[in-house]
């Protein structure tokens, strides 16, 4: 959990600093595109007034780049005069390009075939249109992202090393509180599960003495088995959720023979309270992970459906191949979940509505069932309609090796 809140702000502190890099750097690059383009205009518009073609000398302030006019006469005469950057006596190629920039609707613009910018002057007598080159103007853009694409690199890296060391100083007091509340779990788990078992235990020898008060002793039993429950469920998902519980090593299970077992566990189960339980399980799927655990995950999807379906109902119960992942469905009918209540399915001690209250449990046994899904590498999810209610568990079944043995 820590470390997904590290990454996770890190991520974010990353977006940030993008997003404000792109836009510092864009800025730039949109501005020194338009003050080129600007001098190109400046230049061609001198170039087209004064009859200055060369780049100014040395000593002289500003640039300008070299231009080349042509004079285009309503006779069809052409007149080339220009800067002698430019070699102006291939007739054929100053044709097509002056062609090609009237063929335009606009007076100014760019030539990209040619490399060439233009701008178009209406006299009485003739058309003026100078041109310039724009390879230095896009010679220089191009060098202006480079520059700012290898900025942007380094400044992304070195945020992103002071971000996650940052970021372990920010998720520091909540891995503090999430590592006592994980104490706190265990040891009251554990100071709770001895007394509760000695009354437990002294309970089942007074139930055998006077009659009279064998009903206040039954209500002993039946609480203090309720109570021993939750305990155990504490225990559980606080070993499962804690980082620094060692747990038992991943190991090939036959998932496929674990869930027909866990049917057949829960078929009387289910008709004595009136269901029946269809299964559909498909063979030879194997999977890394730990028997119990996915035992108990199988358990608690199928008590779940088996207590809120309602009699002379058909609970099903299909396992199959999807991918690369063994796919495990419970399915029951019954009144639906709303959709803003299927969110909190999975958070300690929720309960979905009131009316599910009556039965018995404490609201962990979900939790457990997606912990387990985690820490196997899979996902659970549920929907519910007007027809029914589903409970999926998805799990990766990957090549690995464990043993000598590998597997898909």
């Not at 780049?55 to 220009?82: H, K, M, N, W």
């Not at 992103?160 to 998720?171: D, E, I, P, Q």
């Not at 429950?229 to 998932?255: C, G, I, K, Y």
């Not at 404490?362 to 027809?387: K, M, V």
Request: net charge neutral.
């Amino acid at each position: 959990m820590i470390r997904k809140l590290r990454w996770k702000v890190t991520g974010v502190s990353m977006l940030l600093a993008a997003a404000i890099l792109l836009t510092i750097f864009a800025g730039a690059f949109f501005t020194a595109r338009s003050t080129l383009r600007r001098g190109s205009e400046q230049a061609m518009e001198q170039a087209l007034e004064v009859g200055l073609f060369d780049a100014l000398r040395p000593g002289q302030d500003g640039f300008a780049p070299p231009c080349f006019v042509a004079e285009v006469y309503p006779s069809g005469t052409v007149r080339i005069s220009g800067s002698q950057y430019y070699q102006l006596d291939d007739g054929e190629a100053l044709r097509n390009i002056i062609q090609d920039c009237l063929s335009r609707s606009e007076d100014s613009g760019l030539l990209s075939k040619y490399h060439l910018r233009y701008l178009r002057q209406p006299n009485p007598i003739s058309l003026r249109i100078a041109f310039t080159d724009s390879s230095l103007e896009q010679s220089a853009l191009r060098s202006l992202a480079g520059t700012s694409l290898l900025l942007a690199l380094a400044a992304l890296s070195v945020l992103f090393l002071c971000s996650y060391f940052l970021s372990a100083l920010v998720t520091r007091p909540v891995e503090r509180s999430w590592q006592a509340q994980q104490r706190f779990l265990s040891d009251a788990s554990h100071e709770l599960k001895t007394p509760l078992t000695v009354i437990l235990s002294s309970a089942e020898l007074l139930h055998t003495s006077e009659e009279e008060n064998r009903g206040y002793v039954d209500n002993i039993l039946s609480e203090s088995r309720r109570m021993r429950a939750l305990v155990e469920n504490m225990l559980t998902l606080s070993r499962l959720e804690n980082p620094h519980q060692q747990q038992p090593p991943l190991t090939p299970v036959d998932f496929s023979d674990l869930v027909t077992e866990a049917a057949l566990r829960f078929e009387p189960v289910a008709y004595e309270a009136g269901q029946q339980l269809i299964y559909d399980v498909a063979e030879n799927l194997t999977l890394p992970g730990r028997r119990e655990q996915l035992a108990q995950l199988c358990g608690i999807l199928l008590d779940n459906a088996i207590k809120y379906a309602p009699p002379h109902s058909t609970i099903r119960l299909t396992l199959r191949r999807w991918d690369r992942s063994a796919c495990l469905e419970v399915e029951n009918p019954g009144e639906p979940i709303s959709p803003e209540k299927l969110p909190h399915l999975f958070d300690r001690f929720y309960r979905a509505d009131d009316s599910r209250s009556d039965h018995s449990g404490f609201g962990l046994g979900l939790a457990i069932a997606r912990t387990i899904a985690h820490e196997h590498g899979g996902d659970i999810r549920c929907r519910s309609d007007q027809r029914s209610t589903c409970f999926t568990v998805t799990l990766p079944l990957k090549r690995r090796n464990i043993g000598k043995e590998k597997f898909l």
